[in-house]
């Protein structure tokens, strides 16, 4: 019974990790790249709600013809 808290612990604990080592890896991305003057979040396709509606938008998101 101990051994699967002590599993559970450490799983937890590693996503945890993992997920802070993300979030600090691309945060720095983002702000090196708005420093430098080459803002990575504008190269995203934008979305919105009416868009993915109509077809066309989802073809001109993907880049389908």
Known sequence: MNNKKSSKKDSIDTIVIMLSIS???FGVMIMAGKVTGNDWL????????ENLISE????ELFYLK
């Open 42 to 49: 504008t190269l995203l396709p934008e979305v919105s709600w």
């Open 23 to 25: 979030i600090v890896f």
């Open 56 to 59: 066309k938008a989802l073809k």
